[in-house]
């Protein structure tokens, strides 16, 4: 479900993404906590003007929600 870490995705896309894929999480208070954690890492970064920073930022957001959605669906 996820995209590619190489693909290109605006800002708003990610986050959006993001917050679907927390439906895929086993509990409520889990999803919780990671939609929380998605909506604040969107605010501290929303101030970012280098491409290239908000490339990385996407591409490790990417990364970083495989291996919890991996971690967590493969019970």
């Known amino acids: 479900m996820l995209p ?3 693909a ?3 800002p708003v896309q990610l986050y959006r993404h993001l917050l679907r894929c927390c439906r895929q999480l086993p509990n409520a208070a889990m999803q919780q906590h990671y939609r929380h954690a ?3 890492g ?3 970064h ?3 003007d ?3 920073r908000i490339h ?3 591409q490790r957001a990417v990364t ?3 291996w919890i959605l991996d971690k967590y669906t493969k019970k």
């Open 46 to 48: 929303s101030d970012e």
């Open 50 to 52: 280098d491409p290239e």
């Open 8 to 10: 290109e995705l605006t």
């Open 56 to 58: 990385a930022i996407i």
């Open 64 to 66: 970083d929600a495989l």
């Open 4 to 6: 590619l870490v190489g």
């Open 42 to 44: 969107y605010t501290s």
């Open 38 to 40: 998605i909506r604040q």
